[in-house]
């Protein structure tokens, strides 16, 4: 029997050969996934310690509050100490040749200027040894044309920009300082004044030569004080590379999670595949039990065939992984995204490839084998080489329909209900509804596709309809693959447009000026609200600012923008709030018993209350409406030291917005930490992460949807075959090549569009019920199609359907009539 099913396969090998690739396409995406996750941890090992290789001890603090640089000097001080350095991290700003801000998101390091403690990768020059000197990162430096000597103007929350001397160029790439833009070192003094930092966020410590390092720890400890933690070289190193790897861990997690997507698509396709060929070897398998064999032989025979290809296909899919995960380090790249380490395959990579491949493949093998010996011989030596195809029974079909019910009542009752989990829960269980009862849904919605192209193309179209719906449970099996894959792309793309609606109108809602200004990653600088004020083209300047005092939020209010968020005047005049004049919001004048005219007092100052106000803008850290607006003026002399990251920004009285813009500008020239926007840039800066998210998860899932579709023309390829005689018989009375052509790609059509009008459904369902969720529990969410995406993913399932009708047209029409008519 081994010898029969390996020269069995040898002959199906073309058969197969679909069926194969969906295997190669799924171990691939797994492998291609281990590969380059095992590369980065390989990596994140290797720089997780790069900034500590000579530190022997490390004093951090235990809460939020930074060390003193006091410390430092106490620490440094203690016996045994060769030297300490206080070290920060914070996020900056660089100016670049030509005047503007270097893009990126720059990151400044308090550099030691011990050597004692110097563990950076110099490339060009020297590390800082006194205030006003920087060091840069050796590309931004190249980039930007800036020599050793020049002046480097750096700027960060503190203050404007100022002039440092670049005395040198770092290597941080592939390090926890590279995230994606510059990296700028400073000496400590110059990092906490420039950031306004009151402290460092650690110490490092390098212990003499011969020190006694544990009792050096027990005196560091006692001179840090309870506030602090004195920590051991291996504990820094050990909690490095957990950080390191934890993020690692993370993003394989995430791009498991779409390889179980894949894998289960490719399951589906490999069972129909199974189900549909020995479906076909009826006759072979009656004669095999004729001659003596038994039903636990054919069995194991079909599941030796599956093993077989499962392990070549793997093999294939581990060599193709290999290629996958070597592109996707060539995009992070072009992408700017920092990516540690390289290429690393392991043995258990390709075990893993290879047994997971193989497992799926004789797994999927194993009910159509188990139907397949279920045959009486006799039965099966008849005219008919296949046997009339079974429909679904009616126990499944009665449990696929109450699942189905279900399953979209928890979709539609889950915003009532409040619950996310029932959100997840009615998206799955109508998935599997829709499987369980795929054989009646599947070809009724296939009869309903078909009525036009019946109409228009006559019995052409007549007769791909009825090829279509012929076995329906091979049908629905076909569709169904391509549900989960353009289920979970419909869903993202619905679930993206409605998130990004809801983030427009937000800020239509908030933002009432025609520019913003907003903090790169920081607050505004603290002189920044008030040199735009001083410019006589613009009219409003507004800094976002506010606090909470005593379980109430105090936000900064201007005049001429306050109305935007309110959605209603209870009493007073909104526009009278000013210096000594609030708003004060509904719920907390209630609990107050505040009306208009009440005396309130904030930080010891009192103020009139101008009107009672209702605002519909979300609530955070306080009880709903406990919310007290004041004037620019009065929350600045109260709160000095708050800030806030956005500023609203209307040009003056008959100033155009092209001048205002170049005042802006003039102004912001000397804080590259900030950035200028106009409305839409600035909602297309929100959004921008929605987009890019979205972009990352199709591309993902686009190797489902190729698997689902790989499995279309499997199954045509496959019916085909089965129909050998057939299409000769209507070749024979007329049936034009054309004619047959169109006939199968009518078919193809029909499979795919199916299960791509189920999965848009599915996905599109499972969006509307997260967005009516998320808007009862106080969003402003509200489901937005986007057409022209969801008729492109139909538009592509059509088009990739008639290219995959394209062999099997093809085989169909290169055997002769005759030759045909007498296959067997």
Not at 178 to 205: C, E, H, N, W
Request: glycine share 12%.
């Amino acid at each position: 029997m081994i010898r029969l099913t390996l020269r069995s396969l040898r002959a199906e090998a073309l058969r197969m050969l679909l069926s194969a690739l969906a295997v190669v396409l799924g171990v691939a995406f797994v492998a291609g996934t281990m590969i380059f996750v095992d590369g980065m941890r390989t990596g994140a090992y290797e720089r997780a310690g790069t900034f500590d290789r000579h530190t022997d001890l490390g004093v951090y603090s235990a809460g939020r509050e930074v060390l003193p640089p006091a410390l430092v000097d106490r620490v440094r001080a203690v016996d045994g100490v060769a030297a300490a350095a206080g070290e920060l991290t914070n996020t900056a700003g660089i100016v670049g040749a030509d005047g503007r801000p270097v893009l990126g998101f720059t990151m400044l390091v308090a550099i030691p200027t011990e050597d004692a403690l110097r563990s950076y990768d110099v490339v060009a020059g020297r590390l800082p040894d006194r205030a006003g000197e920087v060091v840069l990162d050796a590309p931004t430096a190249a980039e930007q044309g800036f020599g050793l000597g020049a002046a480097v103007r750096i700027g960060a929350t503190g203050g404007a920009a100022r002039p440092y001397t670049l005395v040198g160029t770092v290597d941080v790439a592939g390090t926890v300082r590279d995230i994606g833009g510059p990296f700028v070192g400073l000496v400590g003094p110059d990092a906490l004044t420039l950031t306004g930092d009151r402290g460092y966020g650690r110490i490092m410590v390098a212990a003499r030569p011969g020190a006694d390092v544990a009792a050096l720890t027990e005196k560091v400890r006692a001179v840090s004080g309870a506030e602090a933690t004195v920590k051991s070289r291996q504990q820094i190193l050990d909690e490095a590379v957990e950080d390191a790897v934890r993020n690692v861990d993370q993003f394989r997690m995430l791009l498991l999670i779409f390889v179980g997507v894949a894998i289960v698509v490719a399951g589906f396709v490999i069972a129909n595949t199974f189900a549909i060929v020995l479906a076909q070897r009826t006759r072979r398998t009656a004669l095999l039990r004729l001659i003596g064999a038994t039903r636990g032989q054919v069995f194991r025979s079909t599941l030796l065939e599956s093993a077989v290809l499962g392990l070549v296909a793997s093999a294939l899919g581990v060599l193709l992984g290999v290629a996958l995960a070597a592109g996707l380090r060539l995009v992070l790249s072009h992408l700017d995204v920092p990516v540690t380490g390289g290429l690393t395959v392991t043995g258990s990579t390709v075990l893993t490839g290879l047994l997971l491949g193989t497992g799926l493949t004789v797994c999927a093998a194993l009910l159509p084998a188990w139907r397949g010996t279920r045959i009486a011989p006799v039965a099966a030596l008849t005219d008919a080489a296949v046997q009339p195809s079974r429909g679904a029974g009616r126990v499944r079909l009665s449990i696929g329909a109450v699942v189905l019910a279900v399953g979209v009542a928890a979709l539609a009752g889950a915003a009532s209900a409040g619950q996310l989990l029932l959100v997840a829960v009615g998206g799955v269980l109508t998935f599997f509804g829709i499987v369980l009862f795929g054989p009646v849904l599947v070809p009724a919605l296939a009869r309903v596709f078909g009525w036009p192209v019946r109409r228009v193309l006559g019995a052409v179209g007549e007769l791909a309809v009825s090829n279509t719906v012929r076995n329906p449970r091979r049908v629905a099996a076909t569709a169904t693959a391509l549900v989960i894959g353009i289920g979970l792309v419909s869903a993202f793309m619905v679930g993206a447009r409605s998130t990004k609606d809801g983030i427009e109108r937000s800020v239509d809602a908030q933002i009432g000026t025609d520019f913003v200004v907003s903090g790169i990653g920081q607050d505004l600088p603290a002189a920044l609200a008030g040199e735009l004020a001083s410019r006589p083209e613009l009219g409003v300047v507004h800094e976002q600012r506010s606090t909470v005092v005593d379980d109430v939020e105090i936000r900064a209010a201007h005049p001429a923008l306050v109305g935007r968020t309110l959605s209603g005047v209870l009493a007073g005049d909104a526009e009278r709030v000013g210096p000594g004049q609030v708003l004060v919001h509904r719920e907390l004048a209630r609990a107050r018993g505040w009306e208009v005219g009440s005396s309130v007092t904030v930080r010891g100052k009192a103020f009139r209350v101008a009107a009672v106000v209702t605002d519909d803008t979300p609530d955070g850290e306080v009880p709903a409406g406990h919310v007290i607006d004041l004037s620019d003026q009065d929350f600045a002399a109260l709160f000095p030291a708050r800030r806030g990251y956005l500023a609203e920004i209307d040009p003056a009285a008959g100033v155009s917005a092209e001048r205002a813009r170049d005042a802006i500008t003039v102004v912001l020239g000397r804080y590259p930490t900030v950035n200028l926007m106009d409305q839409g840039a600035y909602k297309k800066m929100l959004t921008g992460t929605v987009d890019m998210l979205l972009a990352f998860v199709t591309a993902l899932l686009g190797l489902a949807v190729v698997i689902a579709l790989v499995g279309v023309a499997n199954t045509l390829s496959l019916s085909v075959v089965e129909r050998t005689r057939e299409n000769a018989v209507l070749r024979a009375v007329g049936l034009t090549r054309g004619r047959m052509r169109a006939v199968l790609a009518v078919e193809a059509v029909l499979m795919a569009l199916v299960g791509a009008v189920l999965g848009v459904g599915l996905g599109t369902g499972v969006s509307a019920s997260t967005m009516a969720l998320l808007d009862r529990l106080g969003g402003d969410f509200h489901v937005v199609l986007p057409l022209g995406q969801l008729g492109l993913i139909l538009g592509v399932a059509v088009l990739a359907a008639l290219l995959a009708s394209v062999l099997p047209a093809r085989r169909a029409l290169s055997r002769p009539v005759v030759e045909a008519l007498a296959d067997q």
